[in-house]
């Protein structure tokens, strides 16, 4: 993919505030500090249109992104933070819910795990939700630097076992800049798919 722009367009607190053209999308989800915004900058070549943090972001929005003119990379909340009263994190789950099951265009979901851990509960939650609404995802094990090849291959078949996937998740790190080219190749094959 040639990317010929990427802008940023809007922020929605939910799917019933959306008054933008809905094209294709691809969306983004992971727990808070995973590398999302570093992942989505590095498939963009760009270094700073999503801003990143070492420290959990407190925004807690749908984030559109247009690429090309044709289509948004949407940047979800971080689910998972530790500290938030169990009422908060009810409303960010059903926003991204009606997100997942209302956005009429949504191409495929891009789940970022950490390699260095296992999956959590809130990443094995998400990933059932995601399935319950039928979503295609593509699952990432992120932050690839961070482990040496014996680790990698062992936390991939533990990712996969815990998911129930049948393929296992491409790997990626955007410390390192790899993982690009398959990750946009999916993105690729789901957004000319019909469905
Ligand atoms: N080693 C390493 N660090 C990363 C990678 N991706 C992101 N980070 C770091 O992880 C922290 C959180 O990244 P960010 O993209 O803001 O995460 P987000 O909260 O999921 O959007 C930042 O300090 C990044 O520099 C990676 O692939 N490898
Ligand atoms: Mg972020």
């Known amino acids: 993919m040639i990317i010929t722009s990427a802008e940023y367009i809007k922020s929605f607190p939910s799917i019933s505030n959306f008054d933008i053209p809905e094209l294709p999308a691809i969306a983004f989800v992971g727990r808070s500090n995973v590398g999302k915004s570093s992942l989505i900058n590095h498939l963009l070549n760009r270094r700073k249109l999503v801003k990143t943090s ?35 994190k009810a409303g960010w789950l059903s926003m991204m819910q009606d997100f997942l099951c209302q956005y009429p265009n949504l191409k495929l979901v891009v ?40 680790g990698i291959k062992k936390s991939l078949a533990e990712i996969m076992s815990r998911l129930n996937l049948n393929t296992p998740p491409l790997l990626h790190s955007s410390l390192k800049k790899t993982g690009r080219e398959a990750i946009w190749r999916m993105i690729d094959d789901h957004l000319k798919s019909g469905c």
């Open 111 to 150: 789940q970022l795990l950490d390699i260095r851990h296992l999956p959590t509960q809130d990443d094995l939650e998400f990933n059932q939700l995601l399935s319950v609404n039928d979503c295609e995802t593509l699952v990432v094990a992120n932050k690839s630097d961070k482990v040496n090849k014996s």
């Open 54 to 88: 070492s420290s959990p972001g407190k925004t807690q929005l749908l984030n559109f992104f247009l690429i090309n003119s044709s289509f948004y990379f949407v940047d979800l909340p971080g689910y998972g933070f530790a500290n938030v009263p169990v009422r908060v």
